[in-house]
């Protein structure tokens, strides 16, 4: 049928502040729906609390409200803007919770508004856990056998009814937040009580153990008209035990028999008639026990989930955008195909590739912490990978984590094949390593499969991928047989270097001398059935490319990669909007990334998309392919975080144009002598520090600056190896604990500074053209010195800052950006402490901060005029106009280390408040 007509406003509930299990997939899914509805003449009122997100930006509603996600202030805005729907299925479990509240307390009958994607009953069916357990055994589907407890009592009485180990699931939760395996009461006791407390309803269930068995994912679709797609079937690699977001996952699944997938498919649309979602889609899980073939539901969610994302990505079909369309009354075969334009949505997506996505973690920040992998959700982040094989995908999806030891490696290994086996046995972060060590040991897929219950197939896979690479290290000649084979099972250029004995530049000087190049095929939905119009790419070493060939000027835009803890959704944020901007300038925009859950990632964000790791290596062909079907203005590094920085100066080794701050300007930024002789000649202050490549070194200018100190590596984000260190035991017991994850030698210092322990610590954001300061925000942390700048709260603007310490602010940015030759963002952090300006750090790209400034004032940073409240704005010197969102990228002559020449534009930030009681500062 077509679009409902009595559906003009929507409410649109989002996720809120990322945390673990509910991260920017969400962003990603209420991006989609807000434009979605637009699109469709809808007026779209969004309520989100994250400001770091792509639709808190005023463009993607007509009303935005940056508030918390409760009942009651969501009450507040229905009764403002009288919506006459909300959708709250696109913004993880937090809206679908506040949904049940919203009905719970009888405000969708007080205000008659109805609730869309999902109705109440829909939800409630999917997610209380005794109620959906009765209709998939009404559905002639089989559950693992559960109990459901209110109370410890219960709990305990559940237990001697069903026996250890057993699995504890609270109600209405997500990321499997309190769920484990309980193997006994002391276990039971602490699961089950904190399963009580996380569960809104107060609600847990308790259900007989099936560890070890296989696990997957159906993603479907529904219309109210009953048709009903599978979009995508996932599995995954670790058996049950791990949480699917922990679990590398493959899509298709790859070792279902055709009978065992139909059969999840006809359970699969049981479940969603049943359930009665009808205008959206779900997300359903499934365990197979591989000795008998039993199949079990264990759960599903009726709304989009991080599943969908990856479904999402891995097929270029928009479940998001469906659901959003879905549910304003559309059927799936009233839905063109984006990427075809001759199908309609009814149509389900055939692979001819296979997708892999590999969990990222952060246990190095947290070194207490359990690494143990369980069924509450541990990653911060995912990697998603696209090849013409497993092996290939695999071996992708590892490398684009851009973690030290991730990915298949070949070198010394000390530990036996009993060792390695014994260590399997616990799923943790880098399993799949340990087991490619012990396969290549000796070990037989036999006893791997007894020591993880991971398929024997997969083994295999890794059994495969160590003959290739034993193959490439004893082979007499390093020819285009054995590279091409190589190349085709995934190998990266490092990886032949390491097992050569040769530098990777070797490698890649070998390969591209013998003509050997990645093409890039098409994700187009139906397996080459149709031309794909929608030009999203990933590299094979196949024969044939399908880039086509364009006449436009392009600009190409490294994304940020995985996210992890200190790089997350902000830095998409700042790759979404240089695609945009650059877009409305008239150049053709091409992304490469190769995080599944981002905004950037969708096929309608950039004129291309390239799904790629983010290696120097994948960076570079994709270049090169670019420029043989057109010509490249330049690549964009500064937007993305840590991670395309690093692969600046080995783009412009390339050839290839860094637009923005160049990689030698950086270099002035993040290496500390540099950026020392730059204060120096602007009369700036830095805390005391020194460089050291070595413990001893550390040792000797701790002492001499005086504890505390604070030591950091050089190159990283996010305060990577950051701690602040009270003595010289501490410090030399930091070189030990840290030894894995901090790299510190020639090239690699660690900072040591003078630890300001009585500061008050700012941040600035702003942009620099080579002619005029933008300030965009000043942002005072509210936490004392030592706590990073992404862990502090802070305020915009500055509350006990005179006037005088803002121009002194303005005028240390102004000389740091002349200096440094940022052309772009810079973020700069300070302290101030006894009345003196510390410089502590500048950063040339993109912050965690731009989003929040962006809307803390209400101005996306570099449009326009700064933001100000009434006061006039003063210039020191006349300027060309205000620097352009991304920075006037192009154009702008480089500036050399230290105040040299030039006119810059300098317009004051007034201070708004009383100034007179704070730090004895006056106007």
């Known amino acids: 049928m077509p679009k409902r007509d009595d559906i003009n406003s929507v409410l649109v509930i989002g996720s809120g502040p990322i945390v673990i299990g509910q991260a920017c997939e969400f962003d990603y899914s209420g991006t989609q729906a807000c434009r979605v509805l637009r699109e469709e003449g809808v007026r779209v009122i969004l309520v989100n609390s994250n400001p770091a997100t792509i639709m808190t930006d005023p463009d993607f509603a007509?009303?935005?409200?940056?508030?918390?996600?409760?009942?009651?202030?969501?009450?507040?805005?229905?009764?403002?803007?009288?919506?006459?729907?909300?959708?709250?299925?696109?913004?993880?479990?937090?809206?679908?919770?506040?949904?049940?509240?919203?009905?719970?307390?009888?405000?969708?009958?007080?205000?008659?508004?109805?609730?869309?994607?999902?109705?109440?009953?829909?939800?409630?069916?999917?997610?209380?856990?005794?109620?959906?357990?009765?209709?998939?055994?009404?559905?002639?589907?089989?559950?693992?056998?559960?109990?459901?407890?209110?109370?410890?009592?219960?709990?305990?009485?559940?237990?001697?009814?069903?026996g250890y180990p057993l699995v504890v699931r609270p109600s209405f939760t997500m990321g499997g937040l309190g769920s484990g395996f309980a193997y006994d009461e002391k276990d039971l006791r602490r699961m089950a009580g904190a399963g009580l407390h996380d569960s809104p309803t107060n609600e847990v269930l308790l259900e007989e153990s099936i560890l070890g068995w296989k696990e997957y994912e159906l993603e479907l679709m529904r219309d109210t008209a009953d048709n009903t797609v599978v979009v995508c079937s996932i599995e995954n690699v670790d058996p049950v035990g791990v949480h699917t977001g922990d679990s590398i996952t493959v899509a298709p699944a790859l070792t279902l028999t055709d009978r065992e997938y139909q059969k999840l498919r006809d359970i699969g649309i049981d479940i969603i008639r049943a359930v009665g979602v009808d205008t959206g889609g779900c997300n359903i899980q499934f365990a197979i026990d591989p000795s008998n073939g039993r199949i079990i539901v264990i759960e599903m969610n009726p709304r989009v989930s991080r599943s969908s994302a990856l479904a999402s990505k891995a097929t270029g079909f928009p479940i998001a955008k469906l659901a959003a369309k879905l549910a304003l009354g559309y059927r799936l075969d009233e839905i063109p195909n984006d990427i075809t334009g001759v199908t309609p949505a009814s149509f389900e997506p055939t692979l001819d590739y296979v997708v892999v996505k590999v969990p990222r973690f952060a246990f190095e920040k947290f070194p207490a912490a359990d690494p143990?992998?369980?069924?509450?959700?541990?990653?911060?982040?995912?990697?998603?990978?696209?090849?013409?094989?497993?092996?290939?995908?695999?071996?992708k999806a590892l490398r684009s984590l851009e973690k030290r030891g991730s990915s298949f490696h070949w070198g010394d290994e000390s530990r036996t094949v009993d060792e390695l086996l014994e260590i399997s046995k616990t799923?943790?972060?880098?399993?799949?390593?340990?087991?490619?060590?012990?396969?290549?040991?000796?070990?037989?897929?036999?006893?791997?499969?007894?020591?993880?219950?991971?398929?024997?197939?997969?083994?295999?896979?890794?059994?495969?991928?160590?003959?290739?690479?034993?193959?490439?290290?004893?082979?007499?000649?390093?020819?285009?047989?054995?590279?091409?084979?190589?190349?085709?099972?995934?190998?990266?250029?490092?990886?032949?270097?390491?097992?050569?004995?040769?530098s990777e530049a070797e490698v890649r000087s070998i390969r591209h001398g013998l003509g050997i190049r990645p093409v890039y095929k098409t994700v187009d939905t139906c397996a080459g059935e149709f031309p794909a119009l929608t030009p999203y790419h990933y590299s094979s070493y196949d024969f044939e490319t399908e880039v086509a060939p364009s006449e436009r000027t392009k600009v190409v835009i490294i994304g940020s990669g995985p996210n992890r803890i200190g790089q997350g959704v902000e830095f998409d944020y700042s790759c979404v909007h240089a695609s945009f901007a650059l877009?409305?300038?008239?150049?053709?925009?091409?992304?490469?990334?190769?995080?599944?859950?981002?905004?950037?990632?969708?096929?309608?964000?950039?004129?291309?998309?390239?799904?790629?790791?983010?290696?120097?290596?994948?960076?570079?062909?994709?270049?090169?392919?670019?420029?043989?079907?057109?010509?490249?203005?330049?690549v964009v590094c500064q937007l993305g975080g840590q991670t395309p920085l690093g692969l600046a100066k080995g783009i412009e080794a390339a050839g290839y144009t860094v637009l923005g701050t160049s990689p030698e300007a950086i270099d002035i930024a993040e290496e500390r002598e540099l950026f020392s002789q730059l204060l120096n000649s602007a009369g700036l202050i830095a805390p005391r520090h020194g460089t050291a490549i070595d413990v001893e070194g550390a040792v000797v200018i701790a002492e001499d600056i005086g504890y505390p100190v604070l030591v950091r590596p050089s190159f990283v984000l996010g305060g990577r190896g950051m701690?602040?260190?009270?003595?010289?035991?501490?410090?030399?017991?930091?070189?030990?604990?840290?030894?894995?994850?901090?790299?510190?030698?020639?090239?690699?210092?660690?900072?040591?500074?003078?630890?300001?322990?009585?500061?008050?610590?700012?941040?600035?954001?702003?942009?620099?053209?080579?002619?005029?300061?933008?300030?965009?925000?000043?942002?005072?942390?509210l936490e004392e010195a030592g706590i990073h700048s992404g862990d502090s709260s802070c305020t915009l603007p500055p509350i006990s800052l005179g006037r005088s310490d803002i121009d002194r602010v303005r005028i240390a940015t102004l000389a740091i950006a002349e200096g440094v030759g940022v052309r772009g963002l810079l973020n700069v952090q300070f302290a101030i402490s006894a009345g003196v300006l510390y410089v502590i750090e500048a950063n040339p790209r993109a912050s965690r901060t731009v989003p929040f400034v962006s809307k803390g004032t209400r101005h996306p940073v570099g449009e326009g005029r700064e933001p100000h409240h009434g006061r006039s704005h003063h210039?020191?010197?006349?300027?060309?106009?205000?620097?352009?969102?991304?920075?006037?990228?192009?154009?702008?002559?480089?500036?050399?280390?230290?105040?040299?020449?030039?006119?810059?534009?300098?317009?004051?930030?007034?201070y708004q408040g009383r100034q007179d009681r704070r730090l004895g500062a006056r106007p």
Not at 442 to 471: C, H, K, M, S, Y
Not at 475 to 489: L, N, P, S
Not at 747 to 764: H, K, M, Q, S
Not at 877 to 901: D, H, I, M, N
């Open 62 to 162: 007509d009303a935005t409200y940056i508030e918390p996600i409760t009942w009651q202030v969501i009450e507040t805005i229905i009764a403002k803007e009288k919506p006459d729907a909300i959708l709250p299925t696109l913004g993880g479990q937090t809206a679908l919770n506040a949904a049940i509240e919203l009905h719970n307390h009888g405000i969708l009958e007080k205000y008659d508004v109805e609730l869309i994607g999902a109705s109440f009953e829909a939800i409630n069916k999917g997610e209380d856990r005794q109620i959906f357990k009765q209709l998939v055994l009404d559905s002639g589907a089989d559950v693992a056998a559960s109990r459901i407890a209110h109370s410890m009592d219960e709990v305990l009485a559940a237990a001697d009814e069903l």
């Open 372 to 395: 143990t992998l369980t069924t509450t959700m541990k990653s911060v982040g995912e990697a998603m990978a696209i090849g013409r094989n497993y092996a290939t995908a695999l071996q």
């Open 427 to 502: 799923p943790t972060d880098g399993r799949i390593v340990v087991l490619q060590q012990a396969l290549r040991k000796g070990a037989t897929i036999e006893q791997a499969f007894d020591a993880t219950a991971i398929d024997p197939w997969f083994l295999d896979q890794i059994v495969l991928i160590n003959e290739v690479a034993e193959t490439v290290r004893t082979a007499g000649q390093f020819d285009t047989e054995i590279i091409r084979y190589a190349k085709e099972h995934g190998f990266s250029d490092v990886q032949l270097a390491e097992l050569r004995g040769i």
């Open 583 to 634: 877009s409305d300038a008239g150049y053709e925009t091409v992304m490469v990334n190769c995080n599944p859950e981002t905004v950037s990632t969708d096929y309608d964000t950039s004129d291309r998309l390239y799904f790629e790791p983010l290696t120097l290596e994948d960076v570079l062909e994709v270049l090169d392919a670019e420029a043989a079907s057109g010509t490249i203005l330049g």
């Open 723 to 781: 701690e602040i260190v009270y003595d010289t035991a501490s410090l030399r017991d930091y070189f030990v604990r840290t030894a894995g994850e901090v790299i510190v030698g020639p090239g690699t210092p660690l900072l040591v500074d003078r630890f300001l322990d009585d500061a008050i610590e700012l941040d600035v954001d702003a942009l620099y053209d080579g002619n005029e300061l933008y300030i965009g925000g000043v942002m005072e942390h």
């Open 875 to 910: 210039r020191r010197a006349e300027g060309r106009g205000p620097a352009a969102e991304v920075g006037r990228l192009t154009g702008a002559p480089r500036r050399s280390c230290g105040r040299q020449g030039g006119r810059a534009a300098v317009q004051a930030v007034p």
